[in-house]
T-cell receptor, first 113, second 114 residues
Framework: NAGVTQTPKFQVLKTGQSMTLQCAQDMNHNSMYWYRQDPGMGLRLIYYSASEGTTDKGEVPNGYNVSRLNKREFSLRLESAAPSQTSVYFC????????????FGEGSWLTVV | AQSVTQLGSHVSVSEGALVLLRCNYSSSVPPYLFWYVQYPNQGLQLLLKYTSAATLVKGINDFEAEFKKSETSFHLTKPSAHMSDAAEYFCAVSFASGNTPLVFGKGTRLSVIA
């Protein structure tokens, strides 16, 4: 019963390094999302993909890129990591339409030093 | 644009007491409303959601929420708090049209005192 799986779970980066967070879902969902969570800020949307082949910016897209590789997979890339990108990152997926439940992965803890 | 406001970043209750977590939304069209719970070091899981059927929505672990259009509110309640309810709770809003993602409130951390 995997649901949404994201890797890695923990990562420490040096400023300027790049990395990719991987996410896969096995629920045949059309829509996928990347959020970041910071203390006192709730969850903020970085990018989302309403369907395979489309991506859109969310509230805080600067410094990130995404790829919807196929219907199952949606990756988030940090090209040149900055300390401000230290955060917990959550991948999520849902069916299309506003009333659908969004299902979350377990999170990826990223520290940029 | 839609938004969600959660009143109180931290709520503390005694075990067995009523839990009330407040959520107000701003929306120009009928919303869908959600409550999610996050236990320490875990992802978010759905507690309950309102999708324009009954205004009183029941969720898991005896939580419920009532959609009040006149007050633009969707407060979360539980009659009797349990120690295991200690977690962070997020209210979120989305809409029927298009594929607009959920917009989350900043969260309310619930502490339960023995």
């Amino acid at each position: 019963n995997a649901g949404v799986t994201q890797t890695p779970k923990f990562q420490v980066l040096k400023t300027g390094q790049s990395m990719t967070l991987q996410c896969a879902q096995d629920m045949n969902h059309n829509s996928m999302y990347w959020y970041r969570q910071d203390p006192g800020m709730g969850l903020r949307l970085i990018y989302y993909s309403a369907s395979e082949g489309t991506t859109d910016k969310g509230e805080v897209p600067n410094g990130y890129n995404v790829s919807r590789l196929n219907k199952r997979e949606f990756s988030l890339r940090l090209e040149s990591a900055a300390p401000s990108q230290t955060s917990v990152y959550f991948c999520a997926s849902s069916g299309q339409g506003g009333g659908n439940t969004i299902y979350f992965g377990e999170g990826s803890w990223l520290t940029v030093v | 644009a839609q938004s969600v406001t959660q009143l109180g970043s931290h709520v503390s209750v005694s075990e067995g007491a009523l839990v009330l977590l407040r959520c107000n939304y701003s929306s120009s069209v009928p919303p869908y409303l959600f409550w999610y719970v996050q236990y320490p070091n875990q992802g978010l899981q759905l507690l309950l959601k309102y999708t324009s059927a009954a205004t009183l929505v029941k969720g898991i672990n005896d939580f419920e929420a009532e959609f009040k259009k006149s007050e633009t509110s969707f407060h979360l309640t539980k009659p009797s708090a349990h120690m295991s309810d200690a977690a962070e709770y997020f209210c979120a809003v989305s809409f029927a049209s298009g594929n607009t993602p959920l917009v989350f409130g900043k969260g309310t951390r619930l502490s339960v005192i023995a």
